[in-house]
């Protein structure tokens, strides 16, 4: 069984239009980050979510917004995608403890390429 | 802040040892590191928390200078399966997040 899993894994758009990732956990942890991973490797946490509720939102455009139906999904959505979005978006879980951040599990990536 | 990792790459012959340093302008609660493969995402290795421990994986340990603000991962005997970027991250008191460093690239040649 996949711990964390994403969906798609390759996502190829056109700029100015709107995508999303969905993401799921099956360990029961409370809380779930994403992290966008650029050319050059950077990994930047985005967003984090802890039982459905935000917790952490970077410096991140508008045109991404997070959603947390449950504390076992976070998705992702993307509006009026630029080439800039073009990256590894990664989402994770862990279980953590009193605002101290665990260990994370990954999930395996999704590559957004905007053309 | 991002915490500043040193070397950028390495390259090492099988058997041989490294060191990869992680460093930070604030204070520190916990120093986290992951390795991740080519194609592959972050797996995680440890976890160092304040009071200046020294943990191991295996062949990999790690230890924490919270004075220094520093962490070091030591890699001995390195095998083939030790390639690939290490990240640390750094988690200060107030954040409930980590800040992952731009990552050491690992290449072990046999």
């Known amino acids: 069984d996949t711990a964390v899993s994403q969906t798609p894994k390759y996502l190829v758009t056109q700029m100015g239009n709107d995508k999303s990732i969905k993401c799921e956990q099956n360990?029961?942890?409370?809380?779930m980050y994403w992290y966008k991973q650029d050319s050059k490797k950077f990994l930047k946490i985005m967003f984090s979510?802890?039982?459905?509720?935000?917790?952490i939102n970077e410096t991140v455009p508008n045109r991404f917004s997070p959603k947390s139906p449950d504390k076992a999904h976070l998705n992702l959505h993307i509006n009026s995608l630029e080439l800039g979005d073009s990256a590894v978006y990664f989402c994770?879980?862990?279980?953590?403890?009193?605002?101290?951040?665990?260990?994370?599990?990954f999930g395996p990536g999704t590559r957004l390429t905007v053309l | 802040q991002q915490p500043v990792q040193s070397p950028q790459a390495v390259i090492l012959r099988e058997g041989e040892d490294a060191v990869i340093n992680c460093s930070s302008s604030?204070?520190?609660?916990?120093v986290h590191w992951y390795r991740q493969k080519h194609g592959e995402a972050p797996v995680f290795l440890m976890i160092l928390l304040k009071g200046g421990e020294q943990k191991g994986h295996e062949k990999i340990s790690a230890s924490f200078n919270e004075k220094k603000q520093q962490s070091s991962l030591y890699l001995t005997a390195s095998q083939l399966s030790y390639s690939g970027t290490y990240f640390c991250?750094?988690?200060?008191?107030?954040?409930?997040?980590?800040?992952f460093g731009s990552g050491t690239r690992l290449s072990i040649r046999p």
């Open positions: 360990l029961g942890h409370d809380t």
């Open positions: 604030k204070a520190l609660y916990s």
């Open positions: 991250g750094t988690e200060d008191s107030s954040a409930s997040k980590i800040i």
């Open positions: 979510y802890n039982n459905k509720e935000l917790i």
């Open positions: 994770a879980s862990s279980q953590d403890r009193q605002g101290v951040v665990n260990e994370q599990f």
